[in-house]
């Protein structure tokens, strides 16, 4: 029976979303595969769908109608707002306190100087949070890292734009909110340095395929099955243990070409641009756009080299990183070649591949098993992988109707909350692991509910 309703509920979100008109790529991916048996976590099957158009399509979708509303007289927007209160009167939430802060020209995403210009107050039946995590608070990210994974990264990079602060969750916790799972965090083993930064230490998370070999910072590789997108929560896990904060991805330019991408709008202009022959072109024959080239030749974390000396040179040439012995690195590429050449490979990772490559869309996607030392698929690339912040897991306990809850599990009256500032939803939806995809569906669905549930009572 909660089969079936999960299913209708799933039908009808998604009708709801086309009549907006939403739009999937129509190819699923394929990440966070695991690998750690039937029982283990990770998809068994391809179900991340991708928004056509990526973020400013979809944000395209809801900003048509706020802004109509806003031309009806339905809706106030207040940009330039800062909440630092919420204001409670006999235990119910009544409103909003904060600053005015003066308007910034500054790039999206980049950090306003924050100068107050005056203060402000707002009353209203009821008040609903949907203000994010905390990857943008390097003092909040510090404390929930430690407690989460035993010590903090010497160094890490920032996935969040500064204004994803958690600064809203301490706000709610002093109006008698409780916060839950506080330490489950969904950040990425597998960062770089992005080249045109636009805030501060800017980390762009990498989507690889399953061939690359993925080593430590002494040179040593990764156990199975922490091949390149398999299992995140794992891999940090890994190069925390191994005593360093960052770890290397040394691969051929063949593979590269195929398998190499990141994540984000700006890295992906076809999509963003809805350009589907330019998607078409780039899925049937891969090509180094120019945007990735760019971080080849001038990302601070990409070495290049002809051979491993070379590359081992350029390697240990990048700032801060603990020297890697040539001849481990050799003995770990040549013991991998050595079984690219052997169908019946006893390489755990050529069976991961093989498997990848079964699934159609992922064919010209994902390289031939093969050599990394291979002449013709050159030259050697190594990339140096930094952890990076991106989502918070917990939040703010909501119940079904989206209403925050007070310690005791009774409902904080006049507060909801949705999205990521209510860990997805219930103050942590996903328990300790995501299987990607499922972040921007569960701010779709708690906003409904919580929206639901306001219209009810106001």
Known sequence: MGIALRGIRVRREKRWLRGLGWRPYPIPVWPERGGHGALGSGNSVPRFHVTWGTGPGLVEVFARRVQAAVAQGAVTRLPWHRVDELIVDGGVVTGVRGATLEPSTH???????????GDFSLHAPAVLLATGGVGGSPSLVRDLFTRSFGRYPDELLCGNPAYVDGRMLAVAKRAGAHITNEDRLWFYPDGVTNIEPIWPNHGIHVTAGPSALWLDATGTRFPPPLYPNFDTVG?????????????????????????????GQEQ?????GKHIWQLVRGTLKPTISPHMQDFLDRGEDFVTGHSIAELVRGMNDVPGVT????????????????????????????????????????????????????PAA?????????????????GLQTDTAGRVLQPGGDPLPGLFAAGEVSGFGGGGIHGRRSLEGTFV????FTGRVAGRSIASVS
């Open 107 to 117: 790039r999206r995403g980049a950090p306003s100087t924050g100068a107050e210009a």
């Open 235 to 263: 891999a940090v896990r890994h190069v925390m243990a191994s005593g360093h904060s960052y770890s290397w991805l040394v691969m051929n330019r063949e593979i590269f070409r195929k398998e190499f991408g990141m994540s």
């Open 268 to 272: 992906n202009p076809a999509l963003t």
């Open 323 to 374: 020297p890697i012995d040539v001849h481990v690195l050799e003995r770990e590429l040549r013991a991998r070649d050595a079984q690219s050449v052997n169908r019946y490979s006893k390489d755990l990772q050529f069976a991961a591949i093989r498997n990848a490559r079964r699934y159609l869309p992922d064919r010209t996607r994902i390289a031939r098993p093969g050599p990394i030392l291979d």
């Open 378 to 394: 050159g030259p050697l690339i190594a990339v140096k992988l930094h952890i990076t912040t991106r989502k918070t897991l917990g």
């Open 441 to 444: 569906g569960g701010c779709l």
